[in-house]
């Protein structure tokens, strides 16, 4: 069966280290995926999109890494902060269909 | 510019009544979607509109839940019949010639 599962449902850290969330998929060939911020009783926020054949995107604090043959990617949030703190959601994007959601890690960043 | 807007914020009903949210998508963006987020969960995917007709609809539960896009802006997500376990919030995206998603704060249903 298909499933997309993002390791922990909770990840607490303190500032100034780094968070990394994962997400793992079986039976599904994404040609992007996508991660989102989601702030309680907010709608998701865009962050990051990496496509099948990129290896690594980067975006200020943030980077993520796709291995498509692990079925995986990895977020980091480098040099975290209490702002920081939040539901981040991987999404699987198999192009011109809507996007598959992970549950989401909730990150919680302690100064 | 605006972003995604959803009315009502929050809309409480009785099992067996009839709902409807609505959405505004940001404007000139063709793709519409519908969501729906139970508590813990990602959002799960309810329909997909590109201009004015649904593009894909496999994720709407059973009948008693349709939407409509008649002019290609606005969508109208309706629900006959309500039950208790329709009880979630109803995200909208939005999106042109991109795949980054806009969202909507949602419409928190709940069906007493």
């Known amino acids: 069966s298909q499933k997309i599962e993002q390791n922990s449902e909770a990840l607490n850290i303190q500032e100034g280290k780094t968070a990394t969330l994962t997400c793992n998929y079986t039976n599904y060939s994404p040609a992007y995926l996508q991660w989102y911020r989601q702030d309680p009783g907010r709608g998701p926020v865009f962050l990051l999109l990496i496509r099948e054949n990129e290896k690594e995107k980067r975006k200020e604090r943030l980077k993520v890494t796709f291995d498509t043959t692990l079925k995986q990617s990895l977020f980091h949030i480098t040099a975290s902060q209490p702002a920081d703190s939040a539901t981040y959601l991987c999404?699987?994007?198999?192009?011109?269909?809507?996007?598959?959601f992970g549950k989401g890690t909730t990150l919680s960043v302690s100064s | 510019g605006a972003g995604v807007s959803q009315t009502p914020s929050n809309k409480v009903t009785e099992k067996g009544k009839y709902v409807e949210l609505r959405c505004d998508p940001i404007?000139?963006?063709?793709?519409l979607y519908w969501y729906r987020q139970s508590l813990g969960q990602g959002p799960e995917f309810l329909i997909y509109f590109q201009g004015t007709g649904a593009a894909d609809d496999s994720g709407l539960p059973n009948d008693r839940f349709f939407a409509v896009r008649p002019e290609g802006s606005v969508s109208t997500l309706k629900i006959q019949r309500t039950e208790r376990g329709d009880s979630a919030v109803y995200l909208c995206?939005?999106?042109?010639?991109?795949?980054?998603?806009?969202f909507g704060p949602g419409t928190r249903l709940t069906v007493l």
């Open positions: 404007s000139g963006h063709t793709a």
């Open positions: 999404a699987l994007d198999q192009a011109g269909t809507a996007l598959i």
């Open positions: 995206a939005s999106s042109h010639a991109t795949h980054e998603q806009f």
